[in-house]
């Protein structure tokens, strides 16, 4: 597939992003630090996308074009939570498709050809599946592997960091308003076993969703990635506030061995 993405219309899309996020303004300032978060997380996803994709050789017009999937890639957020005031897609509706109806509803996308549109618009309501569907365009799952790898690396970034704050104050939004009990559920446990993605149906407090963090190293798809989450030591961090009990010993032997020694 062809790509064409000038350096103006990159420009032209970031000032768009920045003029639709000054549009999300509130006196409160609990709402206006989870409007904040999301904005910053955007901005961090662009600059891990490039990195990455630097790294597997893509040319100027691919990075332009990752960038722009990872600019537009969570752009729900911001009605979502104006909305329903939760990042909880069970308890609100789907962030992907929230954004992408914003995205053909403002026509920001109706000057690239087909091909590309239908590439960012696909590659956005990806992006939070549990898995990528088989039956797609090579290019196009290309970029949305790029984009999960992305968004996932700034996601343990935004949870390590707040895991670790030294302001003990909890944010319901971060920790989708779950509850702080101890031990973790078993089917949890099962799913990291079995090298999977903890099903967020498993989840059921605050560990439970910890462990799923931890299950997203199944769902890496670039070397590039890999190595950074090694050289961040999210794993380790998030492992730090966890229970210390054999089973978790067991998940990270586990990881150790399929993930950590393994050639993507
Ligand atoms: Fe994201």
Redesign the pocket.
Same mark, same amino acid.
């Given at each position: 597939m062809k790509i064409s993405i000038t350096r103006e219309k990159l420009a032209g899309l970031k000032d768009w992003f920045t003029d639709y996020v000054h549009t999300f303004k509130y006196n409160d300032p609990e709402i206006q630090q989870n409007i904040d978060l999301?904005k910053e *997380?955007?901005m961090r996803?662009c600059k891990e996308i490039l990195n990455i994709g630097k790294q597997l050789g893509l040319n100027d017009d691919e990075l332009r074009l990752a960038e722009i999937i990872a600019l537009l890639?969570?752009v729900g957020?911001f009605e979502q939570y104006a909305r329903y005031r939760t990042f909880m897609d069970r308890k609100s509706e789907n962030h992907a498709e929230l954004g992408i109806k914003i995205i053909k509803k403002s026509g920001i996308l109706n000057q690239f050809d087909d091909a590309v549109k239908d590439l960012i618009v696909r590659s956005i309501q990806y *992006?939070?599946r549990p898995s990528l569907p088989t039956d797609e365009s090579e290019s196009c799952l290309f970029f949305s592997k790029l984009l999960r790898d992305a968004?996932k690396l700034?996601?343990w970034k935004v949870v390590t960091d707040y895991y670790l704050r030294e302001e003990r104050k909890r944010n319901g939004a971060i920790e989708l308003d779950l509850p702080d009990t101890s031990g973790f559920s078993d089917a949890v446990y099962q799913d990291l076993i079995n090298k999977t993605i903890v099903d967020i149906k498993h989840v059921k407090n605050l560990n439970d969703f910890k462990l799923l963090q931890i299950s997203w190293i199944f769902d890496i798809n670039f070397k590039p990635t890999l190595n950074c989450v090694k050289k961040r030591r999210y794993l380790e961090k998030i492992r730090d506030v966890l229970p210390k009990s054999k089973e978790i010993n067991e998940i990270f032997d586990v990881i150790h061995v399929s993930c950590f020694s393994r050639n993507i």
């Open positions: 999301k *997380h955007t996803v890639h969570d957020r *992006h939070n968004d700034d996601i």
